[in-house]
């Protein structure tokens, strides 16, 4: 039987991606490219935020999916910059609706919430 293909890898940075010098080994490296070369989504979860993600991204020869400040901004970087585009509360309501009846959408107590899709 073969095995089922891999979807999505989310990563920690800091004590798991990163090794004891903070930098990516470079087997880590080549395996994560690889998989995202087969379509897989890679996520990188840190409590830093996305500026300070600059040098790991530099490690690494492709762009993953950021979840920063521990959960706080999700966004996914381009080749120039890190990039925000905010979304309305309106907008991540309408998002909600795909949801179950019985789930609930809690939104930040800003006007805005900034995502990146």
């Not at 991540?92 to 990146?116: F, K, M, N, Y």
Request: net charge positive.
């Amino acid at each position: 039987m073969s095995q089922p293909k891999i979807r999505l890898i989310a990563i920690d940075v800091d004590g798991t991606l990163l090794n004891g010098r903070h930098r990516v080994e470079p087997a880590v490296a080549a395996a994560l490219k690889e998989q995202h070369g087969r379509g897989t989504k890679i996520v990188l979860a840190t409590a830093r935020g996305p500026q300070l993600m600059a040098a790991v991204l530099a490690e690494l020869d492709f762009l993953p999916l950021l979840i920063c400040f521990s959960g706080a901004w999700i966004g996914q970087p381009d080749s120039q910059s890190l990039q925000q585009k905010p979304f309305h509360q309106i907008a991540l309501g309408r998002r909600s609706s795909e949801a179950s009846d019985h789930s609930r959408l809690v939104l930040p107590s800003r006007t805005e919430c900034l995502l990146s899709l």
